[in-house]
């Protein structure tokens, strides 16, 4: 199975670049960060703060998370609720940031994590994707976009979403979780040694292009293979 790690801080377009590059190789997308917004929501649902370590890791062993693959989009399910339209709030992105630090929650999902890598020919994205989830990934990529252009991304797609915030506290916010991951002392959120650093700041289909050139170099595949 071919594996690729996409990691890069909040707001850089992962998620979106991804899901692009997933539907030209016909493989299957990984959004990680779902997963852990979902034990997040999970969290606050049950009523539990944030630093009551104990009572989140009780709360682990009771929550059935999974993941669906329609038409090769993610679906996420808590139980049997498709929760993916409640888990992209700053409210649940704070609450993932704080839950992802507990080792415990990350081993949980670990193993769900590398088995549908195992399974599949997998482009998977999320902060330690490259360091820790898949370390021996044949492709793994580090997104950067300029701070401002990341809140001013995630800004708009709140809004979007009926989302009441301004630009200025989706910029705060996010320095505050980038912070918090690149510094905290499980799988903190940093490229892994050989991750190629991928601009996501201009044209998208040139992106596109060049994370697929980049894939056929190191998997040794050729256009045909690479595209769909």
């Known amino acids: 199975m071919i594996n690729i790690a ?12 991804a899901k692009a590059i997933a539907a030209k190789l016909g493989y299957i997308y990984t959004d990680t960060g779902a997963m852990y917004r979902t034990i997040g929501l999970a ?14 890791i009780a709360l682990l062993p009771s929550l059935k998370i999974s993941l669906g693959f329609v038409n090769g989009e993610q679906k996420i399910y808590l139980g049997e609720e498709d929760v993916g339209g409640f888990i992209r709030t700053n409210e ?6 704080k839950v992802s630090a507990i080792p415990e929650v ?11 890598a195992a399974e599949h020919n ?5 902060r330690d994707i490259g360091t820790v989830i898949l ?21 708009k797609e709140l809004i979007a979403k009926g989302e009441v915030t301004t630009e200025q506290e989706v910029y705060e916010a996010m320095k505050a979780r980038d912070l918090q991951d690149s ?46």
């Open 6 to 17: 996409l990691d890069g801080p909040s707001g850089a377009g992962k998620s979106t670049l």
């Open 92 to 97: 649940i992105s704070a609450y993932a940031s």
């Open 106 to 116: 990350r081993a949980h999902l670990l193993s769900l994590q590398r088995n549908i």
């Open 183 to 228: 510094t905290r002392e499980i799988a903190p959120a940093i490229p892994a040694e050989d991750a190629v650093f991928l601009d996501n700041s201009g044209d998208f289909d040139t992106v596109i292009e060049t994370a697929l050139r980049i894939i056929r170099e190191k998997t040794n595949q050729s256009e045909r293979d690479c595209l769909s």
């Open 135 to 155: 370390p021996n990934a044949q492709v793994k990529f580090f997104v950067t976009v300029s701070d401002r252009e990341r809140a001013r991304r995630r800004y």
């Open 43 to 56: 969290v606050k649902r049950a009523g539990i703060a944030t630093d009551s370590k104990a009572e989140i």
């Open 122 to 126: 997998v482009i998977m994205d999320g």
